[in-house]
């Protein structure tokens, strides 16, 4: 129950530590891959809860530094013209994150990675569809979530094998 009431923690305080604005359930619905990939860790027998936050926390820095980076130096305007921060999109990358983080973990479990596939492909458009992003935008924030989640899992492998090899 303790490891429950992290998760929901968590999930609830990111658009706070993001820095992002709440406006809508689509913003809370980015990460719905992660949350269900921490609470997986957390209720699954045969799970590493460690090495899981581990994998998650590095994707989530990579992912969160590149897009941050990519925002500032590119200035690209809003289709809405609201703001200079559209190149790319965060929210895509999160939930692109979080769906390759769910497909690593469950590769054989494709009604899952594959549902959170559709969540992530579905947060994507509604922004082009809000007029947040334009596609490329979307399409960039997508490639740097899943490649984020893909880095850290590999690093993570080159970790597990070092330590393995040490004992």
Known sequence: MKFFSLVLMFVINIPLLTGQEVSKPIDYLQYTSNAIYLTQSVFQVQSD????????GLS?????????????????????????????????AISFMGAELLRLKNPKKTVLWIGSYGIASYVSVQRIVDKHHRPLDVISGALIGFISARLSNKLNLLIQKKKSIKN
């Open 49 to 56: 809860f460690k090495n899981d936050i581990f994998i998650l």
């Open 60 to 92: 989530s820095v990579m992912m969160a530094s590149t897009v941050k980076s990519l925002k500032e130096l590119t200035q690209v305007q809003r289709s809405n013209g609201l703001d200079n921060k559209s190149f790319p999109s965060g929210h895509a």
